[in-house]
């Protein structure tokens, strides 16, 4: 089955400095990528998903790029705020709803 | 529209014991399925049912039940609890779209098996 990676772990960012989270895949037939944002206690919410035909996406300050010849893919935040301090996961999935996550990547954001 | 719905909230069971946790929603959405998510370990596919009458089994399908008799609910059993299945459970339904496997996640139940 498909295996995600996701690194790092935890990310400590300045506000208003850019936050980086990558991941990997495993399954070359995978062809959706979201991610999620899940703060403490709440239920994850999708915040920028990616098919396989585009290589990037952005809406407002957040940004991901998909690379499938590497078979990686990234969450870029900009301008971060600390409203942005939450868990964030990556997910893949072959395109039949059955999404295989990271680990989540614990922001936080330092005012 | 509530969306996706989850009742209990908080459940704590003893060893041995059996229960449902319910999961509805009122989207309409074809597909629905369960998550387990343990620290560090991200969320995990239980089982999932792509309509009403079909399931299938996803990573860790091992002493949990489901079954789907209508678009709108999608229980999940615990068949005789143990320590191993505490966690929290999240139902999730998504439209059958060719656009969008967007996953729409309910508040979550959160469970211990003492």
């Known amino acids: 089955g498909e295996n995600v990676e996701q690194h790092p772990s935890t990310l400590s960012v300045q506000e208003g400095d850019s936050a980086v989270i990558k991941c990997t895949y495993s399954?070359?037939?995978?062809?959706?990528f979201p991610w999620y944002k899940q703060e403490l206690g709440k239920r994850p919410q999708l915040i920028i998903d990616?098919?396989?035909?585009?290589g990037e996406k952005k809406d407002q300050r957040i940004a991901v790029t998909l690379n499938k010849t590497a078979k990686h893919f990234s969450l870029h935040i900009t301008e971060t705020q600390p409203e942005d301090s939450a868990v964030y996961f990556c997910a893949a999935s072959r395109g039949d709803y059955k999404l295989s996550f990271g680990a989540g990547t614990t922001v936080t954001v330092r005012a | 529209n509530a969306g996706v719905t989850q009742t209990p909230k908080f459940q704590v069971l003893k060893t041995g014991q059996s229960m449902t946790l319910q999961c509805a929603q009122d989207?309409?959405?074809?597909?629905m399925s369960w998550y387990r998510q343990d620290p560090g370990m991200g969320l995990r596919l239980i089982h999932y049912s792509v309509g009403a009458g079909i399931t299938d089994q996803g990573e860790v399908p091992n002493g949990y039940n489901v079954s789907r008799s209508t678009t709108e609910d999608f229980p999940l059993r615990l068949l005789s609890a143990a320590p191993s299945q505490t966690s929290v459970y999240f139902c999730?339904?998504?439209?059958?779209?060719?656009?969008?496997?967007?996953?729409?996640f309910g508040p979550g139940t959160r469970l211990t098996v003492l």
């Open positions: 990616i098919r396989s035909n585009v």
């Open positions: 989207m309409n959405h074809e597909y």
């Open positions: 999730a339904s998504s439209p059958r779209d060719d656009e969008s496997d967007t996953q729409y």
């Open positions: 399954d070359s037939a995978s062809n959706y």
